[in-house]
């Protein structure tokens, strides 16, 4: 699956990053981490990690690739590089804040709505962007883009609303988009996706489905024994 995602990031470069990026990038490496948590992250350098616990929610190939794609969109973004530079513009204003008013009022006022209006609204649109960028990839590869729908419905119905002790945050104090907003969006972007995965009638990825079917029948043969 990695793999395949990785092929497809270096289209999708090459389709619409700059030349100097594509050449430059460092190819992703995959680690899977035994933890009971649900998680995946980015690292700088393409550095890709898988906490074992998110397998809960992503149970197939396709499920997975929505969840790498996730991830490759944001080394494709530069989302890390983003962030480094937002707080360092963050940083400088505070400073110059702080020479405004020596008491640090202003300043008590300005760490918190720096963060409410400038940082979580920027991570919520990066997510966005990842999760956007991250459904043509998996398309692209060959994984059907419904299953993003998939991985997200049961999160959702596992953080149980409100009224759960572990329910998520509201939206405008979370630095990801509530569950409903980004199944809403999977929703708007889904035709395009499909339309991508079923090109030239789904002859494209056929021969990629028939090797997954044939790994899958495989591995239930080796489990078996």
Same mark, same amino acid.
């Given at each position: ?15 619409? @990053?700059? $030349? ?30 898988? @906490?074992?616990? @998110? ?7 396709? +499920? ?17 590089? +983003? ?35 400038? +940082? ?6 990066? +997510?966005? $962007? *990842? ?51 980004? @199944? ?10 499909? *339309? ?30």
């Amino acid at each position: 699956v990695g793999s395949r995602i990785s092929a497809a990031a270096d289209k999708f470069a090459a389709q619409n @990053l700059p $030349e100097n990026y594509v050449m430059g990038q460092r190819k992703p490496t995959y680690t899977v981490i035994r933890s009971d948590m649900a998680n995946a992250f980015v690292l700088p350098n393409n550095h890709i990690f898988v @906490l074992t616990g @998110l397998f809960k929610y992503a149970r197939d190939e396709d +499920e997975l690739a929505a969840v790498l794609g996730h991830e490759m969109a944001h080394c494709l973004a530069r989302h890390a590089g +983003e962030r480094v530079s937002g707080g360092l513009l963050m940083s400088i204003i505070a400073r110059f804040v702080l020479l405004l008013d020596p008491t640090g009022v202003l300043y008590t006022l300005f760490v918190p709505a720096a963060t409410l209006f400038h +940082e979580l609204p920027h991570s919520r649109y990066a +997510e966005m $962007e *990842a999760d956007h960028i991250g459904l043509y990839l998996a398309a692209e590869a060959c994984y059907d883009p419904r299953a993003a729908k998939n991985v997200f419905s049961r999160m959702k119905e596992d953080d149980g609303g409100g009224g759960s002790r572990n329910a998520t945050p509201p939206e405008f104090i979370s630095t990801h988009p509530s569950y409903d907003t980004r @199944l809403s969006k999977f929703d708007d972007w889904m035709p395009e996706a499909l *339309a991508k995965y079923s090109a030239d009638g789904g002859y494209k990825c056929r021969h990629v489905r028939e090797e997954m079917r044939k790994a899958r029948v495989l591995a239930a043969q080796v489990a078996a024994t």
